[in-house]
């Protein structure tokens, strides 16, 4: 019986989260407001964990989480978790990227109105009974210049908007193509050219070694004067001691900003200065993108937990629910394909190559690639799996090819692992069984026809009668029984492979017994 996976939700999220997990068969906890130290001594109950921005998921929650396999971020930004060490523990990563964009579009255009009529200090003095109608005069935005930095997804959203409202929109980001800046209204400039044009500046990039103060010092002095800028995207993108100085200097503005260096942000030097506005971390806070985000981060997690399915990972590749089950058996034939090579391995390997012959050659290859290079090296470490076994492989140099073949061979579907070893290549390759059971069909240039599972020992020797015999002897006499046998020769009088299951570990003592047999050249335990 398999048991319920559990899930806890460690940061505040629509309640749709929890139902759905319920009503999918998922445990679930709602424990949020946790201290990392907290969190860390109850992480490790849990295969799932549910977040938005508050819970950070460092190297030391995950060293806690024993048992997790994927941290659900409901929302975009995942700089709350860390990537490479998620990847390196097998953890998967997924977002909701686009659940709260046009909430957070949205955001920006409402603070950019705010900006343009001083809709806060306007409000603040009114209530206060002064009814100041001199001292606020406003711009209009009609005609006037946005300059994105960035236009992907919320970004694109924006220029959307303001195109509505008659503005001209120009944008700076490297990644976009000259067709897709036609296809949504906007000019693709320089950053210079942006700063030099623009009289609103918004921002929507994530938070990178190239975006950290994409708005520096020198950036901002390089804008025209009376700019207005708002940042809905990270904290960290604008320079903000450089930005409380341009607006005291009357450099710039106005300026909004949703985010902050640090979060929260309880103090700050730009808090009280006059054209300044903050609102806390609400880009994507509206009932909408909070119910759109907490269903799409439960479903994608159910359909990983349950049934393999993996959607909008940061750190692996994406691979339906519905072609998970179909993929389940090729991914089992690959892990025991993966795994033969690893433990009969001699010296060391250089690459792997993967091939798919057949029906196999139709599925996606990343999730069989990964099965093979998580059976390979769990040879070595029992916390290998799918998703850090490519991470892992990479960072040790191992070269891995991917090959697939439209031919249709002996067999309907078929993988072959070949390992690059300096002795030469070495491969083994295995079929599905109507279409689900894993078998064995070559063992390195030999045909066989072998399940791979339990205990086996692997045998090379010379072919040579009377052998079967004695090796049966001696492992009748050390009380291990044969289940399975299957015998493959190159050529009669050659060299023979011996690939048995038997039905308990043969111990070192006994394979050194085996060894001492006449005509023995090789003999390895195995273990799937
Ligand atoms: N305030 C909030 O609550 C809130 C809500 C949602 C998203 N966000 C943040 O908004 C940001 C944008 O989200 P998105 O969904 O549009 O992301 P996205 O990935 O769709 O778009 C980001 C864009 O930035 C561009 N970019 C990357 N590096 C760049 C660079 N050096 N210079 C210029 N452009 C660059 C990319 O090419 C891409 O087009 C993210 O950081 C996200 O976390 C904030
Ligand atoms: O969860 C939130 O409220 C913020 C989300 C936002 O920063 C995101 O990147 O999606």
Redesign the pocket.
Known sequence: MTTQPKVLISDKMDPRAAAIFRERGIQVDEITGKTPEELAAIVGDYDGLAIR?STKVTPKILAAATSLKVVGRA?????NVDIPAATARGVVVMNT??G??I??AE?AIALLFALARQLPEADASTQAGKWEKNRFMGVEVTGKTLGL?????????VASRALGLRMKVVA?????SPERAVEIGVEKVE?DELLRRADFIT??????D??RN?LSRENIAKTKKDVRIVN???GGLIDEAALKDALDSGQIAGAAL??FETEPATASPLFGTPGFISTP?????TNE?QVNVAIQVAEQMSDFLLLGGVTNAINVPSLSAEEAPRLKPYMALAEKLGSLVGQLARGSIAGLSIETEGAAAELNMKPITGAVLAGYMRVHSDTVNMVNAPFLAKERGLDVREVRHDREGDYHTLVRVTAHTQAGDRAVAGTLFGNAAPRLTELFGVKVEADLAGDMLYIVNEDAPGFIGRLGTTLGEAGINIGTFHLGRIDAGGEAVLLLSVDEPVGAEVVARIEQLPGVKQVRPLKF
């Open positions: 921005s929302g975009i930004g995942v700089d990227p686009f709260n964009s909430t957070t955001h930095i960035g236009a992907g997804n919320i970004g694109s959203i700076f980001d490297p990644f976009l950053l921002l929507h990039t994530p938070l990178t190239q975006t994409i809905c995207a990270r949703d985010v971390h609400l880009g994507a806070s993108a």
